[in-house]
């Protein structure tokens, strides 16, 4: 069973574009949704979390923003950089533990 | 940030010989660690939680015996794949979380193949 289901499978974006990345969960129990960026034989690392309290959240260029009622989440990527390009995962998980990931995106950004 | 080490970070064997992976917490304590399977181009799967001073706990569909873990400290969680056969080449990933809450640091990852 996919807990959560993360949209699309790969995006590219021009330099200076936003990237956009959805997901959807499944489980009302979780509360805790972080974002977890990926390059190529690198442990993932986390970008930006958030919890159901609060509808969004900005660090930098990045922003994820939270329905609770549709059990959606996404990550906004603000002026996109080629050193964006990674693989990004969106996560969830009931006190922080046992992340349950998505299935991952790969992000492109042509210079 | 915390800092998760995994040693070693390749390693190549041949089909039927054991596998030891470490994952350390270097500058934290963690009572828990997560290890994580990721197959190319595939996303991180939870194997099994680590807990310090007792047996794993271990998701459904992965081999105990396969896949032992060992958390003989709070700063130390190792992974041994036995008997390991090709199917089991894959990136394993381990994670732990500073105090039991917060964010969770993943290592950096070690990659397996099995010949």
């Known amino acids: 069973q996919q807990q959560v289901k993360q949209s699309p499978q790969s995006l590219i974006v021009q330099k200076g574009g936003i990237s956009i990345i959805n997901c959807a969960y499944e489980n009302t129990a979780f509360d805790y949704f972080p974002w977890y960026q990926q390059f190529p034989g690198k442990g993932p690392a986390l970008l930006i979390a958030?919890?159901?309290?609060?509808s969004e959240k900005k660090e930098g260029r990045f922003t994820i923003s939270f329905n609770k009622s549709a059990k959606q989440f996404s990550l906004h990527i603000m002026d996109s950089q080629p050193g964006d390009s990674a693989t990004y995962f969106c996560?969830?998980?009931?006190?922080?533990?046992?992340?349950?990931f998505g299935a991952g995106t790969i992000l492109r950004v042509k210079s | 940030g915390a800092v998760v080490s995994q040693h070693p970070s390749r390693v190549i064997c041949k089909s039927g010989t054991s596998v030891k992976i470490e994952c350390r917490s270097l500058?934290?304590?963690?009572?828990?660690m997560f290890w994580y399977r990721q197959f190319p181009k595939q996303s991180l799967m939870l194997m099994a939680t680590s807990n310090e001073g007792s047996k794993a706990t271990y998701e459904q569909g992965v081999e105990k015996d396969k896949f032992l873990i060992n958390h003989a400290s709070l700063t130390l969680s190792t992974l041994t794949v036995t008997s390991a056969h090709p199917e089991d080449s894959s990136f394993y990933i381990c994670?732990?979380?500073?105090?039991?809450?917060?964010?969770?640091?993943f290592g950096e990852g070690s990659r397996l193949t099995v010949l």
């Open positions: 996560a969830a998980s009931k006190d922080g533990n046992k992340l349950v």
């Open positions: 994670s732990a979380r500073p105090g039991g809450t917060g964010e969770l640091f």
């Open positions: 958030i919890r159901p309290d609060v």
């Open positions: 500058d934290f304590q963690a009572t828990t």
